[in-house]
């Protein structure tokens, strides 16, 4: 209760701007900012392949400023950082598949859009805090586990690489310019307002999709090992990298307190639903030259600086959003 209050405080009243506001982060981000009594601006692009969704901001239509913009459109962004107090910088594309079948498009988005953004607060509002979402992605295939941030960086798609620059360039003008800066390396984020109707942002979509209709869903030879972020623990890293002044310059794993292979998360999901069916196949060709095998984060940096810990059990999330998805999935597909 007493972190609920002093995060409300820090952001109540305050001008923040959102990209990629009308998606899955985003948009359960800016719910909970309305709630602090924050002055919102949700950025985003709405193509419909990176997972921007009116429905995810219902109900707040009054609450927010939507701006329907690219952030590849330099004087856009430059316009919006003007005399806001926070950047919360969640746009990107996200499919690792799509950055190796297109990686002009995930260079000019992950990349050279990551730039511009800097540079138009740069020039046009330095005393700006940041925040930018960064993935777990860019470890590549692990040596060791858990993985901690002093892992060598080793991506192993071109999504991987593009997002690894991305999250340099926001430390660098940290660094450099002053422009205060951090960048947490999410992992497998799930809950309500993902994107459901593909595998673009994480397989658990795809799984939830098949499970509500009733269909049996694939799992990919089953014994990697992952973990799991439900999305308020995610929201609430965010909030606090950008409330403390100790996470300026750094880059933060997020983690959770269970470990499990994707078998046995598919036999919980079943378990939680009341019924379902799947299959484990081997991977498809195109998947399983860049897949990471098993990663888990070794999260007790982000633990220690800035007081965050998961709050959600994988159960009681994987319920949570089954459940978001029986009443909502029509909107989603």
Not at 6 to 34: D, K, S, Y
Not at 108 to 135: D, G, M, W, Y
Not at 286 to 310: H, M, S, T, V
């Amino acid at each position: 209760m007493e972190l609920t209050r002093a995060l409300a405080h820090a952001f109540a009243q305050h001008r923040i701007l959102i990209t990629g506001g009308l998606g899955f982060i985003g948009a359960n981000l800016a719910r909970r900012l309305v709630e602090m009594g924050a002055q919102l601006t949700l950025v985003d692009s709405l193509i419909p392949e990176y997972g921007g969704n009116l429905f995810n901001i219902a109900g707040l239509d009054n609450a927010v400023r939507v701006n329907i913009s690219d952030v590849r459109d330099e004087h856009s962004m430059a316009y919006l950082v003007q005399g806001q107090d926070y950047l919360f910088n969640l746009a990107g594309q996200t499919s690792h598949l799509d950055s190796m079948q297109d990686p002009y498009t995930d260079l000019e988005i992950n990349c050279r859009a990551q730039l511009a953004i800097l540079e138009a607060c740069r020039k046009h509002n330095p005393a700006i805090k940041i925040v930018f979402a960064s993935t777990r992605q860019i470890y590549g295939r692990p040596d060791t586990l858990p993985v901690d941030e002093k892992h060598l960086l080793r991506p192993v798609d071109v999504n991987g690489i593009n997002k690894m620059a991305g999250e340099w360039y926001h430390i660098l003008y940290n660094n450099v310019y002053g422009l205060r800066a951090s960048a947490l390396r999410l992992t497998n984020t799930y809950g309500p307002r993902m994107r459901v109707k593909d595998a673009r942002q994480t397989f658990l979509g795809i799984w939830i999709r098949l499970l509500v209709e009733g269909k049996p869903f694939e799992v990919w030879e089953g014994q990697q090992l992952r973990d799991f972020t439900y999305v308020d623990d995610a929201v609430e890293a965010l909030l606090l990298a950008a409330a403390a002044d100790e996470a300026n310059g750094g880059v933060f794993n997020l983690g959770s307190n269970e470990v499990i292979s994707l078998e046995a998360l598919a036999r919980l999901l079943v378990d939680v639903n009341g019924g379902g069916e799947f299959t484990v196949r081997a991977f498809p060709a195109d998947r399983k030259r860049i897949d990471i095998g098993d990663y888990y984060a070794d999260d007790r940096l982000i633990r220690a600086e800035l007081g965050w810990q998961p709050r959600v059990p994988l159960r009681e999330g994987l319920a949570r959003t089954l459940a978001f998805y029986r009443e909502h999935l029509s909107r989603y597909l």
